[in-house]
C-alpha cells in the first residue's frame, strides 16, 4: 500500500449530463488551470482521503439551477445550468449572478442508483455548502443543514423510488454580511480587505452505499511520540461492531489492533518513523467494521505519527514543539481564494499547487486564514509537510474595545445573541470534528482580530478540551489576556515585537502586507490594498529581506512564530508573493528560500 494511492481510489462514476452551453463566464483574470476545466472533468478526485470506500458516484458537473425569492415554491422552469461544485457568483460556476438574504438558489438534477446497490442504505455527502441547504429527493425532503464549511451527509434511502432516475433537488438560502454568523471575508459588497460573496454548492458532491445497520463515520488518529503509540477512535453509525486497525509502512504490515467501535483503540508502533515538516512520513491505515465476525465496512485511511505542545527552552521561553523539540514556524497567511472559482480552486492540481509553492519559498507553516478548505487541501499539506494553522471563519466586526497589541485589551467582548452564539459553536464544532484527522493541522485559531469576538475565555477553554492535543490561540491579533496558549501580536508592515508574555507563547500572527500591483493581473481597475506600496518587484524582495531580518533578532527575544501576509493577491489585495492568478511571482524566489531557512533554523 502506499498514501498517495488515497488520491486515486477506485471510482464508480455518475456521467455528467453534457451542454454546448456551458463556458465559463465573465471576462476577469484566470489561473491556467480554470481554462481546463470541463462539466466531465471537473473535481473527480475521491473527496474524503482521510476515510476512503471503494465504491461511490460523483455528481459533481451540469446541475440545473434558479433563483427565486425565499417565500416562492420550487420553480416549474430553471433558469441555466450550473457547475457544481463552483459557487454561484463565480465565473467557473457559469452562472455569476449574486444572491441576497432575499434569494433563494435551487439546484435539481437526476442521479441513478446501480443496482448493485439496492440491497444499501445510500448516503448523500456534501463537502460544503453556503449557507443554509435542504434537500429533497424526488420531492421529499430528506434533510438539511445549517454552515457554511463543514462536510455533512444524508440518508436518503427512504425517498429512493425503486427502477426509475431519482430528481435530487437543493435549496439554498445565504444572508451573507446581513446576519452576525460566521461567514469570513464575504461580503455582498466586495472592497479593500472584503471579498465577492460565496453561495451554494462549493465543494464535492457524491453519494456511496453503506450497510444498512452499520457503517463507519468518522476516523481520527492520534499520535503520541513519546510513548511509540497511536490512538484511533473510530465513530460508527451504531456502536456495537467491532473494529480491526492495520498499520503499513509501505507494502509491510506493522501493526494490528481491535475495539468495540466506538471506543478508542491503541496501536503501537515499533521504532515510529516521525511526522515533521522535512520528513513528512504518512503510515497507511486500514480499518476494518465487523459485525458478527461478517465484513460490513471497509475504508482506508492514514495517520502519522507526530505531537504538538508548548515547552520551555533552555531561556525559560515558552515555545511550540514538535515532536519534544522547539520549531520557530514561518509561513504566510493564505486565504484560499481564487479569481475564476472563489472559495473553490479550479482543480485538485491548482489546490495544491500554493502548498507546493509554500514549501518551495522555504515556509514551514501556514495560516489559513478565517476560511476552511476541502480535505484534500489539508491531505496535500500532510503529505508535502506544511504545519497548518486552522482559523475559524468569524461574522460581520462590530464594535468593541479591541486595542490593537495593548496588554489586557479586548477585555468587554461583543454582545451576540443566544442564536449567533449558538451558530458559532455548531459550525466551529463541526469544522473541528470534520478536521481534526489531519495531522499537518497543529493550532486551532478561534477567533482573529476582535471580529465577533464573544466570551474569549470560555471559547479558548471549549476549544481546549474539544482537542487537547493541539496549541490554541484564542485571537489572533485579539487576545492580550492569559488564556489559551498563545500571545498573538498583528504588527504593520515592519515586524515588531511590542508585548512579550512569560507564561504564554509570543508569536507574531501577521505582519508585512507588501504590495505590489502587476498591470494584466489585478482584479479590478480601483484602489488596490497593500499596507505600503511599491511598483518594483526588486524593492519588494529587499522590503521582504530586510523585514525577514528583523525576524530574526527576535526570535533570541521569545518570538515562536511569524505569519507574512500574504501568499496570493485576492481580488483588490495586491500584497501576495503572486498575483491573484498564480501567473506573476512578485519576489526574487532564490532570495526568499535562503531567508526563510535561516529564519526557521534560527531555533535548531
Same mark, same amino acid.
Not at 40 to 67: D, F
Not at 304 to 311: L, W
Not at 471 to 490: K, Q, V, Y
Given at each position: ?151 455533512? @451527509?444524508? =440518508? ?20 451573507? =454580511? ?70 503499513? =509502512? ?25 511526522? #515533521? ?37 533552555? #531561556? ?41 509553492? @509554500? ?142 508574555? %512569560? ?56 518570538? %515562536? ?19 491573484? =492568478? ?23
Amino acid at each position: 500500500m502506499k498514501h498517495y494511492i488515497l488520491a486515486i481510489a477506485a471510482v464508480m462514476a455518475t456521467v455528467c449530463p453534457a451542454s454546448a452551453q456551458w463556458r465559463i463566464s465573465g471576462d476577469k483574470i484566470r489561473t491556467e488551470w480554470a481554462e481546463k476545466v470541463t462539466p466531465e472533468s471537473v473535481w473527480q478526485e475521491y473527496p474524503r482521503p482521510q476515510m476512503v470506500r471503494s465504491e461511490w458516484a460523483n455528481l459533481n458537473g451540469l446541475w440545473r439551477y434558479a433563483i427565486t425569492k425565499t417565500s416562492a415554491p420550487k420553480p416549474d422552469k430553471f433558469d441555466g445550468e450550473i457547475l457544481v461544485p463552483f459557487a454561484v457568483e463565480s465565473a467557473l460556476s457559469g452562472v455569476e449572478r449574486n444572491i441576497t438574504e432575499n434569494d433563494a438558489l435551487w439546484y435539481e438534477r437526476d442521479i441513478e442508483i446501480p443496482a448493485a446497490w439496492q440491497t444499501k442504505r445510500i448516503m448523500l455527502n456534501f463537502g460544503a455548502v453556503d449557507w443554509s441547504a435542504d434537500i429533497y429527493l424526488n420531492d421529499i425532503l430528506v434533510g438539511s443543514h445549517t454552515g457554511g464549511y463543514a462536510p455533512f @451527509s444524508i =440518508d436518503i434511502t427512504p425517498a429512493i423510488k425503486k427502477g426509475t432516475k431519482q430528481r435530487l433537488t437543493v435549496r439554498v438560502t445565504d444572508p451573507t =454580511d446581513t446576519q452576525r454568523h460566521p461567514i469570513g471575508k464575504q461580503r455582498q459588497t466586495p472592497k479593500g480587505i472584503w471579498y465577492t460573496s460565496v453561495s451554494g454548492i462549493w465543494q464535492t458532491v457524491w453519494i456511496e452505499p453503506v450497510d444498512k445497520r452499520n457503517h463507519i463515520v468518522n476516523v481520527k488518529p492520534v499520535g503520541d511520540v513519546f510513548k511509540g503509540e497511536l490512538y484511533i477512535d473510530t465513530d460508527c453509525a451504531a456502536n456495537d461492531g467491532i473494529v480491526e486497525i492495520e498499520i503499513f =509502512d509501505g507494502d509491510n504490515r506493522i501493526a494490528t489492533a481491535k475495539s468495540v467501535c466506538g471506543n478508542r483503540t491503541t496501536v503501537i508502533i515499533p521504532n515510529a518513523k516521525l511526522w #515533521t515538516p522535512e520528513t513528512p512520513f504518512l503510515y497507511d491505515m486500514t480499518v476494518t467494521l465487523t459485525q458478527n465476525g461478517k465484513t460490513i465496512d471497509k475504508v482506508s485511511s492514514y495517520a502519522a505519527m507526530r505531537t504538538v505542545d508548548v515547552r520551555r527552552d533552555a #531561556t525559560g521561553h515558552k515555545r511550540i514543539c514538535l515532536n519534544g523539540k522547539p520549531i520557530f514556524m514561518y509561513g504566510t497567511l493564505d486565504q484560499g481564494w481564487w479569481p475564476d472559482g472563489l472559495y473553490t480552486a479550479p482543480s485538485d492540481e491548482a489546490l495544491r499547487s500554493d502548498i507546493i509553492l @509554500s514549501k518551495e519559498l522555504g515556509f514551514n507553516a501556514v495560516r489559513k486564514h478565517v476560511k476552511v478548505e476541502p480535505a484534500r487541501w489539508y491531505y496535500h499539506c500532510d503529505r508535502e509537510g506544511l504545519l497548518v494553522w486552522q482559523d475559524m471563519p468569524n461574522g460581520v466586526q462590530g464594535k468593541n474595545n479591541w486595542g490593537r497589541n495593548v496588554k489586557g485589551a479586548g477585555t468587554d467582548d461583543h454582545e451576540l445573541t443566544a442564536q449567533d452564539k449558538a451558530n458559532y459553536y455548531h459550525e466551529w464544532s463541526e469544522v473541528m470534528e470534520a478536521l481534526r484527522f489531519f495531522p499537518s493541522i497543529v493550532m486551532w485559531v478561534p477567533f482573529n482580530e476582535a471580529w465577533t469576538q464573544f466570551d474569549t475565555e470560555a471559547v479558548a477553554t471549549w476549544t481546549k478540551a474539544k482537542d487537547p492535543s493541539r496549541i490554541i490561540n484564542s485571537a489572533s491579533g485579539g487576545n492580550m489576556r492569559e488564556c489559551g496558549d498563545i500571545l498573538d501580536m498583528h504588527v504593520y508592515p515592519r515586524p515588531n515585537m511590542p508585548l512579550y508574555e %512569560s507564561d504564554l507563547v509570543v508569536i507574531l500572527g501577521e505582519y508585512g502586507g507588501i504590495g505590489c500591483p502587476i498591470e494584466g493581473h489585478l482584479w479590478w481597475n480601483k484602489r488596490n490594498w497593500g499596507y505600503i506600496q511599491f511598483n518594483d518587484t526588486e524593492r519588494v524582495t529587499t522590503e521582504y529581506t530586510d523585514y525577514a531580518n528583523d525576524i530574526k533578532k527576535f526570535i533570541p527575544q521569545g518570538m %515562536s512564530a511569524a505569519i507574512y501576509t500574504q501568499l496570493t493577491d485576492v481580488e483588490g489585495e495586491v500584497n501576495g508573493i503572486v498575483t491573484y =492568478d498564480r501567473k506573476v511571482m512578485k519576489m526574487d524566489k532564490s532570495r526568499l528560500y535562503k531567508i526563510n531557512r535561516e529564519i526557521i533554523n534560527t531555533l535548531k
